[in-house]
């Protein structure tokens, strides 16, 4: 039997040094935190389908940066593959029409929060592209002191 394939989208919402997280209000994993985005139809583009599950789901219009990361995930009962962006608020407020709550989180400490197992992936490449975001600046300082 073959299992379920799903491509989803998800949106890392970042406003200063906070990202956005929801938490999710049914099913198998409710009460676990992930980021906000869903599934792409077979017209869109990740990009596109990004814009309008965000529309759909927090009434904002967002604008979709830098691709991050595609997680792949076996959940118990399908496949997942994520593509996720960076993305920040060009107009509207976020608010839940899905989710059961939602909080910003600070960079430096994405990990206080339940993570659904593929959005554990996305905060391990967020730390990763911060820390090497860090070491490049800190590199780039040390060049114009000498």
């Not at 992930?34 to 139809?41: A, C």
């Not at 965000?54 to 979709?64: A, G, N, Q």
């Amino acid at each position: 039997m073959d299992r379920r394939q799903i491509h989803v989208v998800a949106a890392i919402i970042r406003q200063d040094d906070q990202v956005f997280a929801t938490e999710r209000g049914y099913g198998d994993f409710k009460d676990w935190w992930e980021f906000p985005g869903g599934k792409v139809e077979a017209h869109e583009t990740p990009q596109e389908a990004l814009a309008r599950e965000i529309r759909e789901e927090l009434d904002t219009v967002i604008e979709v940066g830098d691709f991050l990361t595609t997680v792949t995930y076996a959940y118990p009962n399908f496949d997942l593959t994520m593509d996720c962006f960076w993305c920040r608020i060009a107009e509207g407020h976020l608010t839940l029409l899905e989710h059961e709550a939602a909080k910003w989180l600070p960079l430096d400490n994405l990990r206080q929060v339940k993570w659904l197992p593929a959005d554990v992936e996305v905060v391990e490449a967020i730390e990763k592209e911060l820390q090497q975001n860090q070491a490049g600046e800190e590199l780039e300082s040390e060049e114009e002191s000498k």
